[in-house]
């Protein structure tokens, strides 16, 4: 009778290291899985703007233009991946940086030009063209990036 009851002592102490195990090696596996999720590169959005032309008569009848990166406003979440697609709509061509990003490029009529950032920041990060600075270049043509928490 006691070798019997020193047996199943000697088993639970087994089912317990064996339950040690167990948990150990669930939360290793969750652990691992997570690591794993984070490191995949996060899943882009994708943001659309356009260059427009705005076109006057001042007065004396001179022609005045004007382009603007539409919309001029973009609202972006902290440390999200953004696919920004630039499409070349009116003006022929847009050199432009984006300050704070250390992004710059350039965009043509009929052609979209593709920059992807992360914001890992909160702020604000002017897209400028580098043709239409003030109003004598027909600007400015400066749009918004606000990163918010
Ligand atoms: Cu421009």
């Given at each position: 009778?006691?070798?019997v009851?020193?047996?199943?002592k ?8 064996a339950?040690f195990?167990l ?20 899943e882009?959005?994708?943001i659309e ?8 008569s001042m007065?004396g ?7 603007r990166?539409d919309?001029?406003?973009?609202s ?5 991946t953004?696919?920004?697609c630039?499409?070349?709509f ?15 490029g350039?965009?043509?009529?009929g052609e979209?030009?593709v920059v992807r950032?992360t914001?890992d ?13 003030d109003m ?10 606000v990163?918010?928490d």
């Open positions: 009778m006691p070798k009851w020193i047996f199943q000697r088993h639970a102490q087994w089912l317990i290291v339950a195990a948990v150990a090696a669930a939360a290793l596996i969750r652990w691992d899985a997570s690591r794993t999720a984070g490191a995949l590169p996060a882009a959005r994708t703007l356009v260059t427009v032309e705005f076109k006057t007065s009848g001179k022609e005045q233009e004007l382009y990166w919309p001029g406003n973009i972006v979440q902290k440390g999200e953004i696919e920004l630039l499409n070349g009116q003006g022929k061509s847009h050199p432009f940086v984006i300050e704070g990003l250390g992004i710059k350039e965009v043509k009529k979209t030009t950032f914001a920041r909160v702020g604000t990060y002017p897209i400028i063209c580098l043709s239409h600075t004598r270049h027909s600007g400015p043509m400066i749009g918004y990036i990163v918010h």
